[in-house]
């Protein structure tokens, strides 16, 4: 709006540069009086609407800098209370991520996740969405696989992943794929875990393979009875909370935010559901234990796997 104030300015004196010329020629050439007291008259006109422009002008730069200096706040206040609502509330928890949108999370998450007193075991990415583009008939040969067509490939591929995560029995295919880029690694992998985090979303809609490849890693933790949970970040162009939430899995998008990382450690604490701004979601932060004074670990009888009720 700001930017269109200034166009109007920038358009209005124009228009007084062109009069100011029209003035001074109406008045040497025509000496015609009425013809330079309507300009004149125009002039004013415009002359007030320039300075009604101005003013909203102010108006509407003071209430931006108004906004900024509510949004920092905001920031601080998040920050700041944040780690109380968090500590202990994860304690002794050992937790997989999963990334399936090769971009990259930030470490906040990581770091907000340790304050609640959980343990990262590993970080698992996606890359390219195993993409098999000159990869395919390498892969087939090393691994033996038994499958030819790309989507069961990938299935595959993504299942066994899975496995190894879990078990670790899956090592060599874990490297195998790690050096053919199509994984990045890290943490330690055969340990027991008490859940796993998929983090999704997409910029990209060729990367966007929730059918055949975040699927089938789902159905395989919670065939083991693992508690999993679905998130990305909110300015995704390509939401996968959706297609999370077929799977009856808890669900935060915008885990970006202190929010949103409050909604995915209280969903981890026992409280599932689908949480944050989008449509999707059911509201914004699960219900607060207000008798205890905190998020609790659940209460009696209400289910801690992860799986929100329907």
Not at 35 to 63: F, M, S, T
Not at 103 to 108: I, L, M
Not at 161 to 188: F, P, W
Request: proline share 4%.
């Amino acid at each position: 709006m700001i930017i269109d104030y200034r166009y109007h300015i920038a358009s209005l004196v124009a228009v007084f540069i062109a009069l100011g010329i029209g003035i001074l020629v109406g008045s040497a050439v025509l000496g015609n009086e009425v013809i330079v007291k309507r300009q004149q008259q125009l002039a004013d006109r415009l002359e007030i609407q320039l300075e009604e422009l101005r003013q909203k002008n102010e108006a509407v730069q003071a209430r931006a800098n108004n906004l900024e200096i509510d949004n920092n706040i905001q920031k601080q206040f998040e920050k700041q209370v944040l780690p109380p609502l968090v500590a202990g509330k994860l304690a002794g928890k050992r937790l997989a991520i999963v990334e399936t949108n090769s971009y990259g999370f930030r470490d906040d998450l990581v770091n907000t996740l340790t304050m609640a007193g959980a343990t990262v075991q590993s970080v698992t990415t996606v890359l390219d969405g195993f993409d098999l583009t000159d990869r395919k008939d390498k892969l087939v040969t090393e691994l033996n696989l038994k499958v030819s067509d790309d989507n069961a490939i990938v299935k595959h591929l993504a299942s066994e992943t899975a496995r190894g995560i879990l078990t670790g029995e899956k090592q060599a295919l874990l490297n195998t794929l790690a050096q053919a880029e199509l994984l990045k690694l890290s943490g330690d992998y055969g340990v027991p875990i008490d859940g796993v985090i998929f983090i999704g979303g997409s910029q990209d809609q060729t990367l966007v393979k929730t059918e055949i490849l975040d699927y089938p890693m789902i159905d395989y933790f919670l065939q083991q009875k693992l508690p999993v949970f679905g998130v990305e970040e909110t300015d995704v162009t390509y939401s996968y909370m959706k297609a999370y939430q077929k799977k009856r899995v808890s669900t935060v998008d915008n885990v970006e935010t202190p929010p949103g990382q409050l909604a995915l450690v209280m969903a981890i604490a026992g409280k599932p559901g689908h949480y944050g701004v989008k449509p999707t979601a059911k509201q914004l932060l699960p219900p607060f234990d207000t008798a205890t004074g905190g998020v609790g670990n659940g209460k009696p009888g209400q289910s801690v796997s992860g799986n929100p009720r329907t």
